[in-house]
C-alpha cells in the first residue's frame, strides 16, 4: 500500500509540473502557412543554369542565367570611354519554358563601361568590358542587377574570322591566292605573337607575317537593335506586385 500511495503523489506531483506546459498550447491554433515554391526552367535552352524560382510574390533568377537583350543605342570601341553608361533593352518578353514571364518586353538594363581594349597590330580586335548594374520594368520598379557579357572572356569584340576576312582579302587583291592564305594563316598564329613567321611565311611567301603585323584589328560596332547575351552573377530576384511583374 505504502508503494502504490508513493507512486500515485509521484505521478500527481508530474501532473501539476506538466499542467503550465500544457495550459501554453493551444489546441485551435490554426497551422503555419509555408511559402509555396515551384522550380521552372529558362527558355535560353543553352544556358548553362536555367533554373529559375517562383513563389506568390517572389521571382528568383538563379545566377549562371542567360538573358537576351538588345542595344537601346548605338555602340562602338572606337568612340566608347571608360565610365559610359550603356544602355540594353529587351524587346520580347523573357519566359520560362513553363511560360511564366520573368522580365517582360521593355525592360531596360543599363550597364556602364569598366575597360576599352583599342584595336592592337597582329589583327587583334578591339574589347569593351560592360558591368550590368540596374535593371529597370516597364512599370517602373528598379532594381540592382549584377551581370556580364556572355563570352568566352566576358569582352564585346569583334569575331576572330572577322579580322582573317580583313587581312585574306586585302592581301589577295594585292599579292595573289597563295599570299592571301598566307595571310589568313598568320593572323591566326598572330594572335599568340612571333609565331606567324614560321607558318605565315612558307604558305604565303612571308606576307602572313607582314599583313599580320601592319593590319590592327577590328573595332567593335552595334547598331541599335543588335541582340548579344548577358550571364548573371548572382542571383536576380523580382518582388512581385498585384501579381505583375
Known sequence: MKKIFATVLLAGFVNLLAAPVLADIDMNSAPVETKQIRIEHSEIKKSPIRSVSIS?????????????VDFADNFSTKTAQVGDAVGFVLNEDFKTTEDTILLPAGTRINGTVTEIIPTRYWNKNAQAFIK???????TGQRGDISARVYSKNSALKKSTWAAFGKA?????GLFGIGAGVGAI???????????CLAIGMPVGGGVGLITGSIFKGLNYNAKAGKTIKIQLNEDF????????V
Not at 585574306?168 to 589577295?172: D, E, L, M, R
Not at 530576384?237 to 505583375?244: C, G, P, Q, R, W
Open 56 to 68: 506568390d510574390d517572389t521571382i528568383v533568377i538563379k545566377a549562371g542565367n542567360i538573358i537576351k
Open 132 to 138: 550590368f548594374e540596374e535593371v529597370v520594368l516597364p
Open 168 to 172: 585574306a582579302g586585302y592581301t589577295v
Open 185 to 195: 594563316i598568320g593572323a591566326i598564329v598572330g594572335e599568340v605573337g612571333i609565331g
Open 237 to 244: 530576384e523580382i518582388t512581385l506586385k498585384n501579381s505583375d
